[in-house]
């Protein structure tokens, strides 16, 4: 079994079996509420799946908001550490980009577009699958003014995604275990740098 944990949109967690067949989930819309929900999502997707080993576990990478994102990722990995299973880094673009091509496989390119807060958008664009039935991406994913997402996508047809099926992260995630391959880094895709800097050193004072 996989286990998926994602919170670049709201907060979502999916277990699939071997084959992909989705065996539980339970999510939260709310984009703010991450810390207070994931304990109990976790807890019921697990307990819904019955008691069954779980042999990966897949963190969605984002792209997404620093606070948010980082919650989810240190869930799958503190959840990992303690079964000693592996974690598997991916892009979170990458699930609903599964949902569309599994509906309709001959889209032609697409753009996947999630919110990224202050009046900005994430786009990455995907056409079809490749090989290993990961879908493939063609542009790499960018932050783009929501004013400016019509024109930078230039005629591409835009898929605007408020929330994540954690079920498709996991397939994702199956897929690319089945091929031995790393879709990513384990560095989150935060595209903005969080607004908490360190402060700098304190100034010299004269005597």
């Given at each position: 079994?996989?286990?998926a944990v994602d919170t670049s949109l709201g907060s979502a967690v999916a277990i699939v079996d071997g084959t992909g067949?989705?065996?539980s989930d339970a999510s939260s819309p709310d984009p703010l509420g991450h810390a207070e929900v994931i304990g109990d999502l976790l807890t019921r997707a697990i307990d819904d799946a019955g008691a069954r080993?779980?042999?990966h576990v897949v963190a969605g990478m984002g792209p997404g908001p620093f606070t948010g994102l980082r919650i989810g990722i240190a869930t799958a990995r503190t959840f990992a550490l303690g079964?000693?299973?592996d974690v598997l880094p991916v892009p979170s673009h990458f699930a609903p980009a599964l949902t569309e091509l599994e509906r309709d496989a001959?889209?032609?390119?697409f753009a996947i577009v999630t919110d990224a807060r202050r009046r900005e958008v994430a786009i990455t664009v995907f056409d079809g699958l490749d090989a290993d039935g990961i879908p493939n991406i063609v542009?790499?994913?960018?932050?783009v003014p929501r004013?400016?997402?019509e024109a930078h996508l230039a005629g591409i047809r835009a898929i605007d995604v408020a929330e994540l099926d954690a079920a498709a992260l996991a397939r994702v995630g199956l897929r690319a275990a089945a091929a031995g391959r790393t879709l990513t880094g384990h560095e989150p895709l935060y595209l903005r740098q969080p607004d908490v800097t360190l402060p700098g050193a304190p100034k010299k004072v004269g005597t």
């Open positions: 079994m996989i286990l067949a989705r065996l080993m779980i042999a079964r000693g299973i001959a889209a032609g390119p542009a790499d994913t960018v932050l004013v400016d997402a």
